[in-house]
T-cell receptor, first 110, second 116 residues
Framework: GQNIDQPTEMTATEGAIVQINCTYQ??????LFWYQQHAGEAPTFLSY????GLEEKGRFSSFLSRSKGYSYLLLKELQMKDSASYLC???????????FGKGTLLTVNP | NAGVMQNPRHLVRRRGQEARLRCSPM?????VYWYRQLPEEGLKFMVY????????ESGMPKERFSAEFPKEGPSILRIQQVVRGDSAAYFC??????????????FGAGTRLSVL
């Protein structure tokens, strides 16, 4: 089966760095996705990892370790607008059926 | 360059009525996916469609739910004889022709269905 685990909530301060962890268990693997979702809005694609290592994209970076079934999203220089839910998802063996975690609600305080 | 468009944004139905949710994929995308999000839960896959074809409906309830993606027009998720448990946010996503392994899905803003 597939099981995605990530913390329910996190709090950080404006300007700081925060790391949101995600663990997954899947019988097949076609990549690990991160999405950002503001309340009442569409999930927005942030990153995709299929190989081990760190992918950097501006203030956001994502890391994957396939052997450990582990990923994290790193947000640097936090801004108030980064307050949102961050969704971890894997595509398992199907390559199209995304399995999402429940999301991590990040609150950025001034 | 319009993204994935869903309408209506909010839909209120009484028990027993029908709900029709519409989704227009991003321009150039021929793959459509529907997901359901219950309160305090993650997005759950329902169905994957291409034009005039249902590819995978393994996440759809066996009764009352149906989906289509006609040759012309938007994809439709139809829920017949709605019950209170159908109250949720329904999200549509679309993607372009998939290259090996990488299939980025872009989401619409969702339809929030409330069943009274």
């Amino acid at each position: 089966g597939q099981n995605i685990d990530q913390p329910t909530e996190m709090t950080a301060t404006e300007g700081a760095i925060v790391q949101i962890n995600c663990t997954y268990q899947t019988s097949g693997f076609n990549g690990l996705f991160w999405y950002q979702q503001h309340a009442g809005e569409a999930p927005t694609f942030l990153s995709y990892n299929v190989l081990d290592g760190l992918e950097e994209k501006g203030r956001f970076s994502s890391f994957l370790s396939r052997s450990k079934g582990y990923s994290y999203l790193l947000l640097k220089e936090l801004q108030m607008k980064d307050s949102a839910s961050y969704l971890c998802a894997d595509s398992g063996g199907s390559n199209y059926k995304l399995t999402f975690g429940k999301g991590t609600l990040l609150t950025v305080n001034p | 360059n319009a993204g994935v468009m869903q309408n209506p944004r909010h839909l209120v139905r009484r028990r027993g009525q029908e709900a029709r949710l519409r989704c227009s994929p991003m321009k150039g995308h021929s793959h459509v996916y529907w997901y359901r999000q219950l309160p305090e839960e993650g997005l759950k896959f329902m169905v994957y469609l291409q034009k005039e074809n249902i590819i995978d409906e393994s996440g759809m309830p066996k009764e009352r739910f149906s989906a289509e993606f006609p040759k012309e027009g938007p994809s439709i998720l139809r829920i017949q004889q709605v019950v209170r448990g159908d109250s949720a946010a329904y999200f549509c996503a679309s993607s372009s022709i998939r290259t090996s392994g990488k299939n980025i899905q872009y989401f619409g803003a969702g339809t929030r269905l409330s069943v009274l």
